[in-house]
């Protein structure tokens, strides 16, 4: 029996063993991947290892974060931990050994919850399944509570803000009399902000053989509220790569706000353009001053305005072309396709596109970058995502301009009346630009 600490991962994806997993697994833990999909549980337990390879075109300016904590409250020295430059080889790869498998409808789960070795949860499996793993979750509390285990953190690493708050909810409300009391003081839910691009990867185009290797970029950050962690705030097992955070709005902002809007925008605008790929799409002078616009002069203005303790213009700056140079990474291969899936969610109004835009109308910013952003993802049309069905239906039924309305909330005579109109006039030159591009 393996005597080293214990970590279960929901989710045994690309994401979860190209991200997650890799920074337990170096950090000591023995990772237990466990997931719906019996014929990946059945390879992870015959292989029990892969490859991890770093996919990097543009190796000199390769960023990671340091191990470390983000407590100060001074912009220099909250910013200053989260960038280290390191470079880093196209044929990196970094062999992840002795993981298992379990399949998520077994006991077999349970059995792994109440595990005296298991220190900690996370997940990796898309929001909408947050709620799914919930009454498993909860079981295998209620089974640790009765075996006398001790103490554990959980942490979603969804692509969501908030989502560990999500799952908590949904954890407790199947918690009862002592299993409930057992959980509050025993189980840590930990909100987090995860970043690392894990793009489709077929090992065959890198002479190897197992299913199961993945590949990522360089780059990656995991910043983890540390207020709920179990016990004192810290995890018992420290993990390298993950930085500790009292305030994890600021990063969630800033993260939501600045890679995933401008890797919206390219894509749609990528996408519009007939670009197969970011770094494609990033390629495009166009495209290029339109996604640095919006992220410098517009979302990122906004967001040091908003969390002037945290960031400033200067420092946002740097952290914008660290970014834009991610997007030009070729080796990454990422598919403005795969980036611009569920456009709706996208459109969300706290969500990449008109979150910012809002935010900058709160402030008072002028938005134009933001705009041709939000149009561009209105045109998005691909016949395998029902969302751009569902918003070509919309723009037929309410107009554009009601759509646009009820989707961002400006409109005529409003605050955001520019903002309506500059989006308005982007959707009709998008749209007049496509008919006779066909």
Same mark, same amino acid.
């Given at each position: 029996m393996s005597i080293k600490p214990r970590a #279960?991962?929901?989710?045994?994806?690309?994401?979860?063993?190209g991200f997650i997993a890799p920074l337990l697994s170096t950090s000591g833990y023995h990772v237990v991947f466990t997931d719906v999909?019996?014929?990946l549980i059945d390879a992870i337990n015959q292989q029990r290892a892969y490859g991890v390879h770093i996919l990097d075109s543009t190796s000199d300016d390769a960023v990671n974060g340091d191990n470390g904590s983000l407590h100060s409250s001074s912009s220099s020295a909250s910013l200053s931990t989260l960038s280290s430059v390191s470079?880093?080889?196209t044929a990196e790869v970094h062999e992840i050994k002795h993981v298992k498998g379990v399949l998520s409808t077994t006991d077999a789960l349970i059995h792994e919850i109440e595990h005296?070795?298991?220190?900690?949860?996370t997940t990796a499996v898309g929001l909408?399944? #947050?709620d799914k793993i919930a009454p498993t979750i909860a079981n295998g509390i209620k089974a640790r509570r009765k075996a006398g285990g001790g103490p554990i953190n959980i942490i979603a690493c969804e692509n969501a803000i908030g989502a560990t708050a999500k799952l908590a909810e949904k954890v407790r409300a199947k918690l009862e009399g002592d299993d409930a009391k057992w959980a509050e003081k025993n189980v840590g839910f930990a909100n987090c902000s995860v970043?690392?691009?894990v793009p489709p990867f077929d090992p065959s185009e890198h002479d190897e053989s197992s299913e199961l290797d993945v590949g990522v970029e360089a780059f990656y950050e995991w910043v983890v509220e540390s207020g709920p962690l179990k016990p004192n705030g810290e995890l018992e097992v420290p993990i390298e790569g993950m930085r500790l955070a009292d305030n994890l709005k600021p990063y969630n902002e800033r993260k939501l706000f600045t890679l995933n809007t401008g890797h919206a925008i390219t894509a749609y605008l990528g996408h519009l353009k007939g670009h197969a790929t970011i770094a494609d799409s990033i390629a495009d002078e166009e495209i290029l001053v339109c996604v640095r616009g919006a992220l410098l002069k517009e979302s990122g203005v906004a967001l040091c305005k908003r969390h002037p303790e945290y960031f400033n213009e200067e420092q946002h700056a740097e952290y914008v072309e660290k970014i834009i140079k991610r997007f030009e990474n070729a080796a990454?291969?990422?598919d403005v396709v795969r980036v611009g899936r569920q456009p709706l969610r996208k459109l969300g109004k706290e969500d990449r596109l008109v979150g910012p835009a809002r935010m900058c109308v709160e402030y008072g910013i002028d938005v134009r970058f933001l705009a041709t952003g939000i149009a561009a993802a209105l045109c998005y049309e691909n016949d395998e995502d029902e969302d751009t069905t569902k918003i070509k239906q919309a723009v037929s039924d309410k107009g554009v301009?009601?759509?646009i309305t009820e989707l961002t909330e400006f409109g005529k005579g409003g605050e955001g009346e520019v903002v309506f109109e500059r989006i308005v006039q982007s959707y009709n030159e998008l749209k007049g630009a496509k008919s006779q591009k066909n």
């Open positions: #279960i991962h929901f989710g045994a994806g690309n994401i979860g063993r999909d019996k014929s470079t880093v080889s005296p070795k298991l220190k900690l949860i909408p399944v #947050i970043d690392r691009i990454v291969k990422d301009e009601g759509y």
